[in-house]
């Protein structure tokens, strides 16, 4: 499985020409087939958030679960949601409402304080969607980890040993999209046992076209 920029700026290229034209801007994604993976081993349940080095066009919706200064500071910077203790309580029990809130948003931070309650409230929605919040001090830098976090994706493996994330979208720069494959294949790399060897197959493809090999 080749890492260098060349052959996977081909693929995006590629990609990108083979793809419909559409009245929006299609995401990109990677997609991995592995092998020599035992499903029922740590490996098997891999979960990787990666920060890409360029913005996806579509940024990340994240909401944050804090209390006072902490979430005055979220609401400043432009958080797409902030819940607070008392609304978190009133949400117990609401499973309608709280799987509006699973599904409507990339991330979470929660102020680590505040865990055992999400944990609690929010738990047994965002835990099957790999969504557990990533707790912070009160004293979190709010405005990096935001930045940080809508260009960032969650690289997961379900029941079958597939690993796919969005990579870019089609407005974006090719060599933008590439240089993202290659954050994302790197940090799979490092949680692989045989490293890229555990790579059968990588493909590109936007939303709505066809997979294109990377391939030397």
């Known amino acids: ?30 997609v991995l087939n592995l092998k020599d993976i035992d499903m029922k081993s740590p490996e098997g349940k891999l979960q ?21 200064e902490l979430a005055l500071k979220a609401r400043r910077a432009n958080a797409d949601l902030v819940v607070e203790r008392a609304e978190l309580e009133g949400y117990a029990g609401k499973k309608r409402d709280l ?22 409230v929010l738990g047994p929605v965002l835990g ?30 379900r029941s079958q040993p597939i690993l796919q994330c969005r990579v870019g979208s089609e407005s974006m720069k090719e060599e933008e999209i590439t240089e993202n494959i290659q954050t994302v294949l790197r940090a799979i790399e490092g949680k692989l046992k045989r490293g890229m060897k555990n790579i059968k197959v990588a493909y590109v493809k936007t939303s709505m076209g066809k997979p294109v090999s990377i391939r030397p």
């Open 1 to 30: 499985m080749p890492l260098d920029q060349k052959t996977i700026l081909d693929a995006v290229k590629e990609a990108k020409e083979k793809s419909e034209k559409k009245n929006f801007d299609q995401s990109v994604e990677l």
């Open 48 to 68: 990787e958030i990666v920060e890409l080095p360029h913005s996806l066009a579509k940024q990340n919706k994240i909401c944050v679960i804090a209390s006072g």
């Open 99 to 120: 799987r509006k809130i699973a599904n409507g948003y990339d991330f979470f931070i929660a102020e680590a304080p505040l865990m055992s309650l999400v944990g609690k």
């Open 128 to 157: 099957p969607r790999g969504k557990m919040p990533i707790p912070v001090p009160p004293t979190a830098d709010i405005v990096s980890l935001l930045a940080k976090h809508r260009k960032t994706v969650i690289v997961r493996m």
